[in-house]
């Protein structure tokens, strides 16, 4: 072995112990310690791999070959935006990438900026775009968690708030000629312990918190809230309430 590569190695072997270390260790000041040295070995592993062969592994993205009248596939406005993505556990940030809504695939330059690669959806734990986190849920034994993909993380504590995103082409004859349109939709899902719900209506809302079903109809009324005109913001001041950040004489 060539001396050179030694730091490399050890830096290796570092990061690897100090990854496993992070993910069992409760938050305090050791672990905050530990945080800071996986984040000066994770630049050191930076560093020393460029091009980042661990992160340009994936197929090449296939752009869509035709127009669509109205919309467009991707989360956001639809350009690249800079964010984070921990592949295959190793945390690469600063990143320019997309979110392709329809296919559910990440997307981003290869490494010398010729065409674009989308990301292996099983290596991808979590992936950020401006202030948006994207969490990959993957299959599991509990029947009341969503599918696999991925969902948005609008709310974490002792209760979770979810979003999944999605988006279709549509196709339309009605005109006389062939036309496509993206179709948006999203569903919401809460997370209590270890049990799912869907909340996509005042009732299955008010279902999933049913241990204050009785405060939570008032905090609603009192504050003006409405599933069914607002859902995102009814949803995400619901959460906040139940989790004790929002009195129930908050104001609107």
């Known amino acids: 072995m060539r001396l050179s590569a030694i730091p490399f190695y050890s830096c290796i072997l570092f990061f690897c112990s100090l990854y496993t270390s992070i993910r069992a260790q409760p938050a305090g000041k050791d672990s905050l310690a530990t945080r800071a040295a996986y984040y000066n070995a994770l630049q050191v592993y930076h560093k020393y791999l460029t091009p980042e062969t661990g992160l340009y592994r994936g197929s090449e993205y296939v752009q869509y070959a035709y127009s669509l009248k109205e919309g467009h596939p991707y989360f956001d406005d639809g350009h690249m935006q800079k964010g984070a993505v921990l592949y295959n556990g190793i945390l690469y940030e600063n990143i320019p990438l997309l979110y392709d809504l329809v296919k559910e695939q990440v997307v981003i330059d290869d490494s010398y900026n ?38 948005e993380q609008l709310y974490q504590d002792r209760i979770a708030l979810y979003k999944k995103e999605k988006k279709v082409i549509q196709e339309d004859l009605s005109s006389g000629k062939l036309e496509r349109n993206i179709e948006a939709s999203a569903s919401y899902y809460l997370k209590k ?14 279902a999933a918190l049913d241990d204050r079903r009785r405060e939570a109809k008032k905090f609603i009324r009192k504050n003006g809230l409405n599933v069914r005109r607002d859902k995102e913001n009814t949803l995400l001041k619901v959460t906040a309430w139940y989790n004790g950040e929002i009195s129930n004489t908050a104001n609107k």
Not at 195 to 204: F, L, Q, R
């Open 114 to 151: 010729n065409y674009t690669i989308f990301l292996i959806n099983g290596q991808v734990d979590y992936f950020t775009i401006k202030a948006h986190l994207f969490i990959y849920f993957r299959d599991t034994l509990n029947p009341s968690a969503p599918r696999r993909g991925f969902y």
């Open 193 to 206: 312990g270890t049990a799912w719900y869907a909340v996509n209506n005042k009732k299955s809302l008010l």
